[in-house]
């Protein structure tokens, strides 16, 4: 505005032009002056327009809505440390993280569009594939990060349970859309048991841990550092507790994955790329220092326990991210004859509708380069 409030003086001089000939000479500079700085200041006033324009566009972030499978606790610091220090954002991403309620609440609402991207249970995701053959938006696994799947068989030493065999006969709990408790047909085949003779109790997921202290049942599934430290916060010693981890007793499942629905992988890959590779650099600042993870937590969420979220995150990158099958296979990646195993096993367990072709929801085409990936110490 300034630019063309300068030119008034010279607007008077050329009306000025017309009605004194003896200044007509110096009219016609003034009028030529004049059209210089009108000129000058349009050009000066696009240069502006432009800049801001290129401006706008150097920094426009595609906004990417992603879900979490559970509360915000230890587990969650592999994407929030990389929300709190900016790495994100470096990408050109406007990320918006928010906590979860399980895995199969996460497939659906990627699948409805409610999210662009989320971390489930691979096995939900499967599931949701054999059940929805014709679903117009599916789930698509992008990034393995829980290369085993944390499921568990708990008990307390005091049950008399050691083994998977001495299962049979006792009274099993969970929550009916827990992980473990979905999966059991997998492992009681595995185990040489009969999926068919247990009876199951289902409960809230806030009752699980307390209904197995109080003897109310023998056993439950569970994630395994959700469940040993939920019983650790009700007074239940480390020692006091039996753990049966699916991995260790022949179920090779994988766990959790970074998931992106069909339409915003079509619609902005180099975003999902983006966003792999920010998560890749602050899951290997997670796993140097556990404990400025945890404080990424405390920012999204103040009430935690600093002490219990530090060690649940540590029991997790040990158990599920930092396995002996993790490093074998590397660190976002899957081995195809396993997840085709997986897929097969999860049908016949789950009870599909149709067979699930490993093919078509999992993808490598977006992971970091092998350097980005080398996160696993």
Same mark, same amino acid.
């Given at each position: 505005?300034?630019?063309?409030?300068?030119?008034? !003086?010279?607007?008077?001089?050329?009306?000025? %032009?017309?009605?004194?000939p003896a200044h007509a000479a110096s009219g016609a500079a003034a009028s030529t002056a004049?059209?210089?700085?009108?000129?000058?200041?349009?050009?000066?006033?696009? %240069?502006?327009? &432009?800049?801001?324009q290129f401006a706008g566009e150097a920094h426009a972030q595609t906004k990417v809505r992603?879900?979490?499978?559970?509360?915000?606790?230890? #587990?969650?610091?592999?994407?929030?440390?990389?929300?709190?220090?900016?790495?994100?954002?470096?990408?050109?991403?406007?990320?918006?993280?928010?906590?979860?309620?399980?895995?199969?609440?996460?497939?659906?609402?990627?699948?409805?569009?409610? *999210?662009?991207?989320?971390?489930? /249970?691979?096995?939900?995701?499967?599931?949701?594939?054999? $059940?929805? !053959?014709?679903?117009?938006?599916?789930?698509?696994?992008?990034?393995?990060?829980?290369? $085993?799947?944390?499921?568990?068989?708990?008990?307390?030493?005091?049950?008399?349970?050691?083994?998977?065999?001495?299962?049979?006969?006792?009274?099993?709990?969970?929550?009916?859309?827990?992980?473990?408790?979905?999966?059991? #047909?997998?492992?009681?085949? %595995? $185990?040489?048991?009969?999926?068919?003779?247990?009876?199951?109790?289902?409960?809230?997921?806030?009752?699980?841990?307390?209904? &197995?202290?109080?003897?109310?049942?023998?056993?439950?599934?569970?994630?395994?550092?959700?469940?040993?430290?939920?019983?650790?916060?009700?007074?239940?010693?480390?020692?006091?507790?039996?753990? &049966? #981890?699916? !991995?260790? *007793?022949?179920?090779?499942?994988?766990?959790?994955?970074?998931?992106?629905?069909? /339409?915003?992988?079509?619609?902005? #890959?180099?975003?999902?790329?983006? +966003?792999?590779?920010? +998560? %890749?650099?602050?899951?290997?600042?997670?796993?140097?220092?556990p404990e400025e993870g945890i404080k990424a937590v405390k920012a999204r969420d103040g009430?935690? /326990?600093?002490? &219990?979220?530090?060690?649940?995150?540590?029991?997790?990158?040990?158990?599920?991210?930092?396995?002996?099958?993790?490093?074998?296979?590397?660190?976002?990646?899957?081995?195809?004859?396993?997840?085709?195993?997986?897929?097969?096993?999860?049908?016949?367990?789950?009870?599909?509708?149709?067979?699930?072709?490993? /093919?078509?929801?999992?993808?490598?085409? *977006?992971? !970091?380069?092998?350097?980005?990936?080398?996160?696993?110490?």
């Amino acid at each position: 505005m300034p630019l063309f409030r300068a030119a008034t !003086p010279f607007e008077a001089t050329a009306a000025h %032009a017309g009605t004194e000939p003896a200044h007509a000479a110096s009219g016609a500079a003034a009028s030529t002056a004049r059209r210089r700085w009108l000129q000058l200041g349009m050009a000066l006033g696009t %240069a502006l327009v &432009l800049s801001t324009q290129f401006a706008g566009e150097a920094h426009a972030q595609t906004k990417v809505r992603f879900q979490l499978d559970w509360r915000f606790e230890g #587990p969650s610091a592999l994407f929030l440390l990389g929300e709190q220090k900016g790495y994100y954002k470096a990408e050109k991403l406007d990320v918006s993280i928010d906590a979860g309620n399980g895995s199969g609440n996460v497939v659906n609402r990627v699948a409805s569009g409610t *999210y662009d991207m989320g971390f489930a /249970d691979l096995a939900s995701v499967m599931e949701f594939y054999g $059940n929805n !053959p014709d679903a117009k938006n599916k789930p698509v696994a992008v990034m393995m990060v829980y290369n $085993n799947t944390p499921a568990a068989v708990l008990a307390l030493k005091k049950s008399g349970i050691k083994t998977p065999h001495d299962l049979a006969g006792k009274k099993l709990g969970a929550p009916v859309f827990d992980a473990g408790r979905r999966a059991f #047909p997998i492992f009681a085949k %595995a $185990n040489g048991l009969q999926a068919s003779s247990f009876n199951w109790q289902a409960m809230d997921p806030t009752l699980r841990e307390t209904m &197995l202290m109080r003897g109310d049942l023998d056993a439950i599934t569970g994630f395994s550092f959700t469940s040993i430290l939920n019983l650790n916060a009700r007074g239940v010693k480390d020692e006091d507790i039996v753990v &049966l #981890p699916y !991995p260790q *007793y022949g179920v090779k499942l994988y766990g959790n994955a970074v998931i992106a629905s069909e /339409d915003f992988l079509k619609k902005n #890959p180099e975003a999902v790329k983006a +966003f792999l590779r920010a +998560f %890749a650099k602050s899951a290997k600042d997670v796993i140097a220092k556990p404990e400025e993870g945890i404080k990424a937590v405390k920012a999204r969420d103040g009430i935690i /326990d600093e002490k &219990l979220e530090t060690k649940r995150l540590k029991m997790a990158l040990d158990s599920v991210v930092k396995s002996p099958d993790a490093r074998a296979e590397g660190f976002g990646r899957i081995n195809k004859p396993r997840l085709s195993l997986m897929a097969s096993q999860v049908a016949d367990a789950f009870g599909t509708k149709g067979r699930i072709n490993p /093919d078509n929801l999992w993808t490598d085409a *977006y992971l !970091p380069s092998a350097a980005e990936l080398d996160v696993l110490r």
